[in-house]
């Protein structure tokens, strides 16, 4: 069966650091999503893109958060400086429009 | 603005036995998909079923189906025969026909007794 790909797992960083999130979405998907996963807020969309175009990216804080497709195979996900209010599980998801849209297994980021 | 709304934070059923978990949106497109996510302890997100607005045939797949009311915008998942392994977070997602965004609602807990 086809995957998204999310690397790494886990991250555990110190406040200040850069963080760097990557997706593999599967071939030929062409919608890519990136939630957000906390205890407290439940699933945010931080950003999406169509055809590696950016759609909507007004959930993610943009002081510090960046969302890029390079090319059809890598969406990334970088933080620029880290908080600890950042920990959470991050998903990348990717699919055609209204099919049924594919997780990959989320990186869990803890920022101390 | 389109929303999901999940009122049953948890829920709990015992092995074996039916248990339906609630959904409504809200939503002024006429052609549309609804799905419902399960996310267990290892926090994968399984899509679980899907339903297309234009069918008036519930979806099913296996022991999960849906009620599907269009005109009440209610989607309700329906489990029958409760095995462990279903206890999970269940999410009931709508993907915008003109924007593609993906709308989640906001879960359900539901824990299988044994």
């Known amino acids: 069966d086809a995957r998204v790909t999310q690397t790494p797992r886990h991250k555990v960083t110190e406040m200040g650091q850069e963080v760097t999130m990557r997706c593999q979405p599967i071939?030929?998907?062409?919608?890519v999503f990136w939630y957000r996963q906390t205890m407290m807020q439940g699933l945010e969309l931080l950003a999406y893109?169509?055809?590696?175009?950016?759609?909507?990216d007004s959930g993610m804080p943009k002081d510090r958060f960046s969302a890029e497709m390079p090319d059809a195979t890598l969406a990334t996900l970088k933080i620029q400086p880290s908080e600890p209010r950042d920990s959470a599980v991050y998903f990348c998801?990717?699919?055609?429009?209204?099919?049924?849209?594919?997780f990959g297994s989320g990186t869990r980021l803890t920022v101390v | 603005a389109q929303t999901v709304t999940q009122s049953q934070p948890e829920m709990s059923v015992q092995e074996a036995e039916t248990v339906t978990l609630s959904c409504t949106y809200d939503?002024?497109?006429?052609?549309?998909?609804l799905f419902w996510y399960k996310q267990p302890p290892s926090r994968q997100m399984i899509l679980v079923i899907r339903?297309?607005?234009?069918?008036?045939q519930n979806a099913t797949e296996n022991r999960f189906s849906v009620n599907f009311q269009k005109a009440a915008k209610s989607f309700s998942l329906k489990i029958s025969d409760s095995q462990l392994g279903d206890a999970a977070m269940y999410f009931c997602?709508?993907?915008?026909?003109?924007?593609?965004?993906?709308?989640f609602g906001q879960g359900t807990t539901l824990q299988v007794k044994p």
């Open positions: 893109f169509r055809n590696r175009a950016p759609l909507d």
């Open positions: 071939l030929g998907h062409n919608t």
């Open positions: 939503t002024s497109e006429s052609d549309y998909y």
């Open positions: 997602a709508y993907p915008s026909s003109n924007t593609g965004k993906l709308i």
């Open positions: 339903q297309e607005a234009y069918k008036q």
């Open positions: 998801a990717s699919g055609l429009l209204l099919g049924g849209y594919t």
